[in-house]
Each structure stands twice: as structure tokens, then as C-alpha cells.
């Protein structure tokens, strides 16, 4: 069974410019979250999909978005990025619509100068 | 506004000490609270879901407790190894607290 994976691990990006991150869920799970956890702090939630379709979104502006595949990998894409958005973001997967029981990847360490 | 707290930010334990960490929340209808440990450089691990009032789950040496108001991990006899930050979450939003670093010293 293949655990959730995100690439890349490290990412160094200047204000203002775009972010893509990437995250393939564990074997046999369809929905997929992403948190943003800054330094000494818990997770915050950010959105999850389900089937390819945005189920539930936190308190994030749009500039945060996302995609959920068919084979249910997904991207987070940040616009127009700000120093606050330096973090660690985390993808999770889970099975089922609204699940919270899930598993998380090892996160992308994002660093914006 | 929902709010989980968790208590104390920091622990040290001699190694066999037994403790209890706290989670406090004030989220209305919770549909599940949940419990992560964390090791530092990871994502969060999976430890357990509690759903209602009374639910107690354990694994090894931890066992996780839930009232109307708070949830509880009680760490029996830790070891060096649980070392780790342990955070819970309640499942309306998906909310977090800021996590127990928990530190057990041989």
C-alpha cells in the first residue's frame, strides 16, 4: 500500500509570483485535503475534494485553489504569493465523502522572500 | 466562534511518568474530535477518532477520552520514543490546536 506522497519537499518563491504544489493520495482513497500549518502552530484547513469537486473550504482567500484528478492526486495553487504564506502545506487523503479520517503526507515546506 | 484548545503547550516527562495532555473545545454539533502526533519535519499520524461523549480508544501506551467539553490523551509509562507534538482537531471544520510538545527524557 502506497502512502500519500507531495513534491516538491522545498520550495523557494519571491512575492507575488504562483505556487503549484502536488499531492498523490494513498492507494484506494478518493478524497483529498490540504492544510496550511505555520511554524509552532496546528494545521489550518484550507479545502478537501471529493470526486473532483471542492467539498467543504476554510477560511482562505481565492487565491488559494485546487484541483482533484481522476486517478484523485490533486494540486494546490497559490496566486500572487505573500510573505505570510511561508509554511509547511500538508495534503491528506481519506475515504468518502466529508471523511476527516486521514492520512497525511510528509507536507511541501514552502519559503516566500 | 469554535475555538480548540489544547493544554499545556510544552511537557517534559522522566520516561515512565504517566500524563494526561487536554483539548478543550467549544465547536457546536462536533461530528468527531480527533488525535495526531507529529513528529518534527512530518505530517501528522493518525492516532485516533472519538465521536461522542463516554468514547475512550487506546493504542500501546496512549488512550484517548471524550466529554461534551474536552477530550483527553493519557500517556501511560511513556518512553523517549513518544516524544513528538500531539495535536487534536474537532471535526466540524476540521479545526486544530496548537499542539502539546511533548518531551520524554530516559
Known amino acids: ?113 | 466562534e469554535d475555538q480548540v484548545t489544547q493544554s499545556p503547550e510544552a511537557l517534559r516527562l522522566q520516561e515512565g511518568e504517566s500524563s494526561s495532555l487536554n483539548c478543550s473545545y467549544t465547536v457546536s454539533g462536533l461530528r468527531g474530535l480527533f488525535w495526531y502526533r507529529q513528529d518534527p519535519g512530518k505530517g501528522p499520524e493518525f492516532l485516533f477518532t472519538l465521536y461522542s461523549a463516554g468514547e475512550e480508544k487506546e493504542k500501546e501506551r496512549l488512550k484517548a477520552t471524550l466529554t461534551k467539553k474536552e477530550s483527553f490523551l493519557h500517556i501511560t509509562a511513556p518512553k523517549p520514543e513518544d516524544s513528538a507534538t500531539y495535536l487534536c482537531a474537532a471535526y466540524n471544520d476540521m479545526r486544530f490546536g496548537a499542539g502539546t510538545r511533548l518531551t520524554v527524557k530516559p
Open chain 1, 1 to 113: 500500500e502506497t502512502g500519500v506522497t507531495q513534491s516538491p519537499t522545498h520550495l523557494i518563491k519571491t512575492r507575488g509570483q504562483q505556487v503549484t504544489l502536488r499531492c498523490s493520495s494513498q492507494s484506494g482513497h478518493n478524497t483529498v485535503s490540504w492544510y496550511q500549518q505555520a511554524l509552532g502552530q496546528g494545521p489550518q484547513f484550507i479545502f478537501q475534494y471529493y470526486r473532483e469537486e471542492e467539498n467543504g473550504r476554510g477560511n482562505f482567500p481565492p487565491r488559494f485553489s485546487g484541483l482533484q484528478f481522476p486517478n484523485y492526486s490533486s494540486e494546490l495553487n497559490v496566486n500572487a504569493l505573500e510573505l505570510d504564506d511561508s509554511a509547511l502545506y500538508l495534503c491528506a487523503s481519506s475515504f468518502g465523502r466529508g471523511s476527516y479520517e486521514q492520512y497525511f503526507g510528509p507536507g511541501t515546506r514552502l519559503t516566500v522572500t
